[in-house]
């Protein structure tokens, strides 16, 4: 596998359930970001983890739980949804801003949720 | 806080025209990124713009960056079908977080 790859692509799920989306990079980068990309909206940083330490929350509900055990592993732990919750979610990597000279992010494919 | 505004949002052209994508942004910033998006896919990346003046062409498109007058454009040639996709301009803010624009959604139409 190369580049950033996100499990699983779609998912559907109702408000009670608990879920985890998974990010892998294999592109030896330290910064890891999630998105996520409603209808008719900007992307939306969500959180931003470098060298596994939490340095960005966007503001997101608790029913969104990010955690990063490693450098190239990332997840988005969720539980009671709500339907306006229904996005594309996109994971990305890159250099760390600190390290990076362009600091550019490669995207995953994203996983299509869908909240019943 | 930054703002980044693309436009148009909406793009229709008939193939071989010509058409420029603006975005503009509202805090200094010398790092700008334009990527691509097809239906249901992830964003690709397509150029990389670092300083003021930079110029990058890839095919038919062209992208430049204007950093005093915080403005990039991406310049599409003698547009084909191939092209159709949303694409976005993303602006690199003080705390190295990127923020996207709203996208513009391009139709070529042979």
């Known amino acids: 596998e190369t580049g950033v790859t996100q499990t699983p692509r779609h998912l559907v799920m109702g408000m009670t359930n608990k879920k985890s989306l998974k990010c892998e990079q294999h592109?030896?980068?330290?910064?890891m970001y999630w998105y996520k990309q409603s209808a008719k909206k900007p992307l939306e940083l969500m959180f931003v983890y470098n060298f596994k330490e939490q340095t960005e929350n966007n503001s997101v509900p608790s029913r969104f739980s990010p955690e990063c055990p490693n450098s190239s592993h990332l997840f988005l732990h969720l539980h009671t949804l709500q339907p306006e919750d229904s996005a594309l979610y996109l994971c990305?990597?890159?250099?760390?801003?600190?390290?990076?000279?362009?600091?550019?992010?490669?995207f995953g494919p994203g996983t299509r949720l869908t909240v019943l | 806080e930054l703002k980044v505004e693309q436009n148009p949002l909406f793009l229709s052209m008939q193939e071989g025209k010509n058409y420029t994508i603006y975005c503009n942004y509202s805090?200094?910033?010398?790092?700008l990124y334009w990527y691509r998006q097809d239906p249901g896919k992830s964003l690709e990346s397509l150029f990389v713009?670092?300083?003021?003046?930079a110029v990058k062409q890839e095919g038919r498109l062209m992208a430049s960056l204007d950093t005093k007058a915080r403005l990039s454009t991406l310049h599409i040639t003698a547009a084909v079908h191939d092209l159709s996709a949303t694409y976005f301009c993303?602006?690199?803010?003080?705390?190295?977080?990127?923020?996207f624009g709203k996208g513009t959604l391009l139709t070529v139409n042979p």
């Open positions: 993303a602006v690199v803010g003080s705390n190295y977080k990127l923020t």
């Open positions: 805090t200094t910033s010398d790092r």
């Open positions: 713009l670092l300083s003021n003046g």
């Open positions: 592109l030896g980068h330290n910064a």
């Open positions: 990305a990597s890159s250099k760390p801003g600190l390290a990076s000279v362009n600091n550019e992010q490669f």
